[in-house]
Nanobody
Framework: QVHLVETGGGLVQAGGSLRLSCAAS????????MGWFRQAPGKEREFVAA????????DYADSVKGRFTISRDNAKSTLYLSMNALKPEDTAIYYC?????????????????WGQGTQVTVSS
């Protein structure tokens, strides 16, 4: 199991930017695909972005493609999500997750470890 802690959330105006970080403990970070998910009030958790264990392969939800960038630093055991051109509909709790596999996935069931989440609020 990997222990994950997200930071970097906050309140930002529409059109602004934020960068989320997810610090991982444990020696298996570099051998796991990672992902970001989000959950807005009254809605189900949804996939945002995923990255393979090497960082060479990424995937994005259509709603964030071209605005968000997922990246990782295996030497620091840290995952990032750079968010630009934020919209009010991006408001949600954002969760970092560690996969049980090396290859990226969109399916929450493939992720065995989850962080506590960080709130992102985008005002109009």
């Amino acid at each position: 199991q990997v222990h994950l802690v997200e930071t970097g959330g906050g309140l930002v105006q529409a059109g602004g930017s934020l960068r989320l970080s997810c610090a991982a403990s444990g020696r298996t970070f570099s051998s796991r695909a990672m992902g970001w998910f989000r959950q807005a009030p009254g809605k189900e958790r949804e996939f945002v972005a995923a990255i393979s264990e090497s960082g060479a392969d990424t995937d994005y939800a259509d709603s964030v493609k071209g605005r968000f960038t997922i990246s990782r630093d295996n030497a620091k055991s840290t995952l990032y999500l750079s968010m630009n051109a934020l919209k009010p509909e991006d408001t949600a709790i954002y969760y970092c997750a560690a996969s049980n596999h090396r290859l990226r996935s969109r399916h929450a069931g493939d992720f065995g470890s989850w962080g506590q989440g960080t709130q992102v609020t985008v005002s109009s």
